[in-house]
């Protein structure tokens, strides 16, 4: 009887909003499974890097991950005039970058026009850019800014919430911040630690200084199986973005606390290399730019078994990039790509491949067969990947998975272009689909199977950039989703990326921690960082 | 009965020889019906998280292993053997660059040139021929520590009384290398070989959990022991999963062979 | 003296960081003659045979003056000339047997190397007639053993056959009977005896053992501090003794008494 109340009570603990004694004080521990590559704010590329900016770096409004509603933060307040072209921000007064720099108007103006630099390649930098004409920014006074754009651009407040104010005049330069932590020690390989920036601006309501917690330690572990263990272990705080089989575990486990947030905005998805400049095989490019040879492999995968088998049923087949957990964005007529692979075989015979015995041939006659890179030690994308694999056997396609770590594999899809499929999850950090014009953009550094092409190499991808600019400069919310249901449309139709499963978000956490608001959007369980703290006595001393 | 060890280790490699004959759902298959199901009889040894047979995995994943570890140990002793008598005949000279490259080769974080190795590799490269290289790499590593053990003992076989009398007995000295010295460092050769094999059984087995070895589907001992990492289930009911453990125990179960083998052998020369 | 001896010697032998052991170390052997070379450990005894060998090298000593061998110099003689000689005109018989031998070769084996070291023609005749001659057995199954399983006195005996395989004109022998238990000492000395006997094998016997190169040899040279000090017959070495270092040596040697020691009263 008693474990049971006992499991019920630590169950229902981490929904108490209503904090008990705030304690202030402590060291918060946790893992992400990559080193951050870059320290710049306005350079981040990965998931790592993109968390330690969140937590080290104010802007101007902030999206809060439960309400899905933009906050003010650094700004107090805002208004968007001029049929949406202009917003105006009004700055809160006597701010501090962690170095003691005074934050004012002159620091929003020199980090906009810093991202007008085409030399930065960020998807933040991206987003901001206008297809034509400039960014204007404007100090109306010390404390008020004003930023016009040359076209309308949805969601305008949006896309404030994940730009990091820089300081104009720190001789730290972008490493003066004005979030509630500061990196103070970054050893690479192992961990970084944030330190409590004392200058951050933000008081609770009776007065105190925020954060409550000393320190942040991140550790990079690769090995999510290691995190796991020493989460038990009371090492690290909470886990986010559990695999289901380790979930169920930890679900039976009476001393953690296990949560299912639904569905999350999270895909799993392979594509092919569709760069012209990879150094892969002419023949393979012929296929892999052939859409019938895209869809053929996306019909030949079985989605159902792999949200059963590798998902333990936490995840629903996906349809495209938006997934069911966006309700206003789904595009809800789009069924998952149908498991057909004799039609795909059909399919791709039409186009003059053929059978050899168990070996599927082109018609010059090679072999089908590629490799798919991944990260290695992500068990649900290996699992993933072997079930492709198998799957594709089924219709005489030879599919070699490589496994690497993360830094290589970026290189690879990012830089070098030396790979020929590629699978990956995507994190979205946002549910409004501006968010991903740097995926869907032709011109865009996200851009997976060609990224930065200078003009679209297609008439899908031109369409599909149309389609982008539109729904970015329509002010009225259907018309932008009519749009944006286009480019769902012609993603399903073309597949240049063929997706997999839409996870559900599962998170636990010691139920030490106060405070939280766990959330289905990135950073889930840090998002509200400043407001967490330990319970009494639990609190571990900042080393 | 002196013999056991070896006996069951030569039952254990024709076991492994014998994989497809005595596993026929063979490692790659998938039976999505069955996931992670305990022992049948279809499945010795229950299934994995993909429906793939255990017992099937764990036969040809012990073939890849038990027979590759041992031609990596003879790499690097064929190697060391070279090296470490090179460096004691040789003159001063070659003898301190021999011995600053294997000090150098003993330093080095292989892990890292693993990495970069496999790293420079062509990515479609076939699981077969990655993990042949994995062991080529490793037997071709491993040379520095037993090379300096060579040394150490052909020098002082050179300084023995039988090699002095041999030499004032008037024997050549190529006969004198064949006949009086290579003979006797061969107990040390045969050895250092059973000291490495272990080893390179269970660097393959780390290799694996770093997944640098083997790639999917083909199992090895590294990505088997990696799978069992995260079986925290098998610890919490070590007899309701048994079959999980059984990479652990094959493998435990063989280096203490070849361990038990190679004490015999030394306590017989 | 009229016979022209087998080897005649005139050394001196440095070793580096010892500085000189043997200075101006004058010695002749005549053929068919047993020379006993006797000192203190440490003297030099064996460098002397090492440098006859041109050996000297291997343990780090380096010599001068001179080494005639049948009237030819070998101090300047090239390690192929030298390599000929060793072993088959003049060998050398060490002090540990057990040591001596090769650990993983056959005893037969070995002595067919040594035979096959000077010479193409099939040596079994030999190796057989100078294995009865050592007193040694000729059967498979002794010549099948390793030397691990030969006690000292069988395995000295198969040293001395190897030794002798060739007839060398002059045995080196360094301490041969150190190693050995009184019995297997005595045995081993008659078979010196037999062998010089038999083929007219001249001896440099090297040994600090007074009694046992007295009951061997033809002549003694007593070596002191790196020098000859007095060279003579057993008889003269023994009666009248000239040099102060050998009547040190002559006194030290134990005379049989049997007094029983007095008991200690508990």
């Known amino acids: 009887m008693t474990p049971f109340l006992l499991a019920f009570f630590l169950a229902a603990s981490p929904a108490e909003l209503t904090p008990g004694k705030i304690q202030t004080g402590g060291e918060l521990r946790f893992a992400v499974p990559s080193e951050p590559k870059a320290l710049h704010p306005l350079q981040v590329t990965d998931e790592s890097s993109e968390l330690v900016r969140y937590l080290i770096s104010g802007s101007l409004v902030r999206l809060n991950r439960v309400t899905q509603k933009i906050e003010p933060e650094l700004a107090e307040s805002w208004k968007v005039t001029d049929s949406g072209l202009q917003i105006t921000f009004q700055l809160r007064k006597g701010l501090k970058f962690s170095d003691g720099a005074p934050f004012d108007a002159a620091d929003v103006i020199f980090t906009i026009n810093k991202l007008m630099d085409k030399s930065l390649v960020s998807p933040i930098a991206e987003s901001f850019r206008p297809a034509v004409g400039s960014v204007i920014t404007k100090a109306i006074g010390p404390n008020v800014v004003s930023v016009r754009f040359p076209v309308y651009v949805a969601g305008m407040e949006r896309l404030f919430s994940g730009l990091s104010i820089l300081s104009s005049r720190s001789p730290l330069k972008e490493a003066a911040g004005l979030g509630p932590f500061m990196v103070a020690e970054s050893k690479a390989g192992a961990h970084i630690r944030l330190a409590k920036n004392p200058n951050y601006w933000r008081k609770d309501a009776s007065g105190r200084q925020m954060p409550y917690l000393d320190a942040i330690r991140i550790e990079f572990l690769k090995n999510r199986d290691i995190e796991l263990l020493r989460f038990q272990k009371g090492e690290f705080d909470f886990v986010s973005n559990i695999e289901p089989e380790a979930y169920e575990k930890l679900k039976a486990n009476p001393t953690v606390t296990a949560l299912d947030l639904g569905a999350s905005l999270d895909t799993q998805q392979i594509w092919f290399n569709q760069t012209p400049a990879a150094p892969i095989g002419a023949h393979k490019k012929e296929w892999f730019t052939s859409q019938s040879f895209r869809l053929a492999i996306s019909e030949t995968i079985n989605r159902k078994d792999m949200a059963r088998v590798v998902y333990h049923g936490y995840g629903v087949p996906a349809v495209g990039p938006v997934s069911p957990g966006n309700s206003f964005w789904y595009a809800s007529k789009l069924k998952p790509a149908e498991f057909q692979p004799q039609a795909a075989l059909a399919r791709l015979q039409k186009d003059g491949f053929k059978m050899f015995g168990d070996q599927l041939k082109d018609k010059q006659g090679n072999a089908v067969e590629f490799t798919i890179v991944t990260n290695a030690g992500n068990k649900v994308r290996e699992r993933l990947a072997a079930m492709i694999q198998a799957d594709l056997r089924q219709i005489g396609i030879k599919v070699t998975v490589a496994a690497m770590d993360f830094p290589s594999l970026i290189e690879r899809i990012m830089r070098t272009f030396n790979y020929e499929a590629c699978l990956l999850g995507l994190v979205n950090l946002d549910l409004d689909p501006s968010s991903q014009s740097n995926v869907w953009l032709s011109s865009g550094s996200s851009h997976a199977w060609n990224p930065n092409q200078k003009t679209p190499a297609s008439p899908w991808e031109a369409e599909i950039d149309k389609l982008m600019r539109q729904q970015g400069s329509e002010v009225d919310p259907n018309k932008r989703k009519a749009s944006f249901d286009r480019v769902q449309e012609i993603a399903a139709q073309q597949t240049p990326i063929i997706y997999l499963i839409n996870k559900h978000t599962l998170v636990a956490t010691s139920p030490k921690l106060k405070n939280l608001k766990p959330a289905i959007l990135s950073p889930h369980m840090v998002w509200n960082i400043e407001e967490l703290y330990f319970a009494e006595g639990a609190q571990r001393a900042a080393k | ?269 | 003296m009229g016979i022209i001896p087998v080897l005649s010697v005139m050394l001196n032998v440095d070793y580096s960081g010892k500085g000189r052991v043997l200075n101006g170390v004058c010695l002749d052997l005549a053929p068919g003659e047993i020379l006993g070379l006797v000192g203190q450990s440490g003297s030099g005894k064996s460098t002397l045979a090492l440098s006859i060998l041109r050996l000297l090298s291997f343990k780090g000593g380096s010599d001068s003056g001179s080494i005639l061998f049948r009237g030819n110099e070998l101090l300047g003689a090239s390690e192929k000339q030298m390599r000929k000689l060793r072993g088959n005109q003049i060998s050398l018989v060490l002090q540990s047997p057990l040591a001596s031998l090769n650990p993983s070769m056959r005893i037969g084996r070995q002595l067919f190397e040594a035979w096959g070291a000077h010479s193409n023609e099939n040596g079994a005749a030999t190796i057989m007639e100078t294995l009865r001659q050592v007193n040694l057995p000729t059967d498979e199954a002794f010549l099948n053993r390793y030397p691990r399983q030969l006690s000292v006195g069988l395995a000295q005996r198969v040293l001395i056959a190897m030794a002798v395989l060739h007839r060398p004109a002059v045995l080196l022998a360094d301490e041969p009977t150190s190693a050995l238990d009184a019995l297997t000492q005595a045995s081993i000395l008659d078979l010196f005896r037999k062998v010089n006997r038999e083929y007219g094998t001249a001896m440099l016997f090297v040994s600090h053992d007074l009694l046992a190169v007295a009951s061997l040899c033809h002549r003694i040279a007593i070596l002191h501090e790196g020098q000859i000090v007095e060279t003579g017959t057993p008889r003269e070495i023994f009666e009248t003794p000239r040099h102060e270092y050998t009547r040190t040596l002559v006194n030290a040697i134990p005379t049989l008494r049997f007094e029983t020691p007095e008991r200690v009263q508990v």
């Open chain 2, 1 to 269: 009965m002196k013999r056991l060890p070896e006996i069951l280790l030569a039952v254990l490699v024709l076991v492994m020889l014998c994989a497809p004959w005595l596993a026929p759902n063979g490692y790659e298959k998938q039976s999505r019906d069955f996931i992670a199901v305990g022992p049948t009889k279809d499945f010795l040894l229950g299934t994995d998280a993909l429906g793939r047979d255990r017992f099937a995995r764990l036969l040809f994943g012990s073939r890849l292993s038990l027979l590759l570890a041992p031609a990596a140990a003879a790499v690097s002793v064929f190697l060391a053997a070279v090296i470490g008598a090179l460096a004691a005949f040789s003159g001063k000279r070659l003898e301190s660059a021999i011995i600053f490259f294997s000090d150098v080769a003993l330093s080095l974080p292989w892990l890292f040139l693993l990495l970069t190795i496999r790293g420079a590799m062509p990515l479609d490269i076939r699981p077969e021929v990655s993990i042949v290289i994995t062991f080529l790499v490793l037997g071709l590593l491993g040379w520095a520590g037993p090379a300096r053990i060579v040394r150490a003992g052909v020098r002082l076989i050179l300084k023995s009384d039988y090699i002095f009398q041999a030499k004032a007995m008037g024997i050549a000295p190529s006969r004198t290398f064949f006949r009086y010295i290579l003979p006797n460092i061969k107990p040390l050769l045969i050895a250092q070989f059973w000291i490495s094999l272990p080893v390179f059984i269970l660097s393959e087995a780390n290799l694996g959990a770093l997944g640098l070895s083997v790639s999917e589907p083909m199992p090895s001992w590294g990505n088997l022991l990696k799978e069992l990492e995260s079986q925290t289930s098998a610890l919490e009911h070590p007899l309701a999963n048994w079959q999980l453990l059984a990479p652990i125990v094959l493998l435990v179960a063989v280096v203490s062979l070849l361990q038990l083998s190679q004490q015999r052998l030394k306590g017989s020369s």
